[in-house]
T-cell receptor, first 115, second 113 residues
Framework: GAVVSQHPSRVICKSGTSVKIECRSLDFQATTMFWYRQFPKQSLMLMATSNEGSKATYEQGVEKDKFLINHASLTLSTLTVTSAHPEDSSFYIC???????????FGPGTRLLVL | LAKITQPISMDSYEGQEVNITCSHNNIATNDYITWYQQFPSQGPRFIIQGYKTKVTNEVASLFIPADRKSSTLSLPRVSLSDTAVYYCLVGDPRGSTLGRLYFGRGTQLTVWP
């Protein structure tokens, strides 16, 4: 149980294009999903908190117009990196949490490379 | 937010028990302590979670003293495949932070043959 998937696992795109990453909780309903970014040799950095049916809450310094988050259902959240640039190249990881439980379950991550 | 301190790195040999201690002096009353394991290019994997005393599951034990200002993750008889980064996190899923997790640098555990 408690499986979280991400799609795609890796993506290469040209500078200026937009990329959508999906995060799904496969066997439970996640009222809250979180998005993280991780650069090489560094720790995970929380980007935003996504609650089903409401606007995402972004961490300080994260541009909400750059990183669009949609949490349309209890099992799906999407992160869209708009007008991606090489500095957006990173490892993006989502996690999902069921209300009332204290544990977050993480997806396998998506490697984004912007050329 | 609780300030977390854990060793940057640890080394061990196969078959040994490894204890990684995490300091969280200003842990709040409702905070839980959670440990995650991360391999390169993978998402963190949940290991264990606790609030107080001792918690044990099939892969690890978590020891939390009465003052809760520290916690120790114990990995029995490690193998080469336990080489990974281990993160100690403190948070309250129902409180003001609404479950947001802030990762520190973690502890790089290297297991040698």
């Amino acid at each position: 149980g408690a499986v979280v998937s991400q799609h795609p696992s890796r993506v290469i795109c040209k500078s200026g294009t937009s990329v959508k990453i999906e995060c799904r909780s496969l066997d439970f309903q996640a009222t809250t999903m979180f998005w993280y970014r991780q650069f090489p040799k560094q720790s995970l950095m929380l980007m935003a908190t996504s609650n089903e049916g409401s606007k995402a809450t972004y961490e300080q310094g994260v541009e909400k117009d750059k990183f669009l988050i949609n949490h349309a259902s209890l099992t799906l959240s999407t992160l869209t990196v708009t007008s991606a640039h090489p500095e957006d190249s990173s490892f993006y990881i989502c996690s999902a949490q069921l209300r009332g439980l204290e544990t977050q379950y993480f997806g396998p991550g998506t490697r984004l490379l912007v050329l | 937010l609780a300030k977390i301190t854990q060793p940057i790195s640890m080394d061990s040999y196969e078959g040994q028990e490894v204890n990684i201690t995490c300091s969280h002096n200003n842990i709040a009353t409702n905070d839980y302590i959670t440990w995650y394991q991360q391999f390169p290019s993978q998402g963190p994997r949940f290991i264990i979670q606790g609030y107080k005393t001792k918690v044990t599951n099939e892969v690890a034990s978590l020891f939390i003293p009465a003052d809760r200002k520290s916690s120790t993750l114990s990995l029995p008889r490690v193998s080469l495949s336990d080489t990974a980064v281990y993160y100690c996190l403190v948070g309250d899923p129902r409180g003001s932070t609404l479950g947001r997790l802030y990762f520190g640098r973690g502890t790089q555990l290297t297991v040698w043959p």
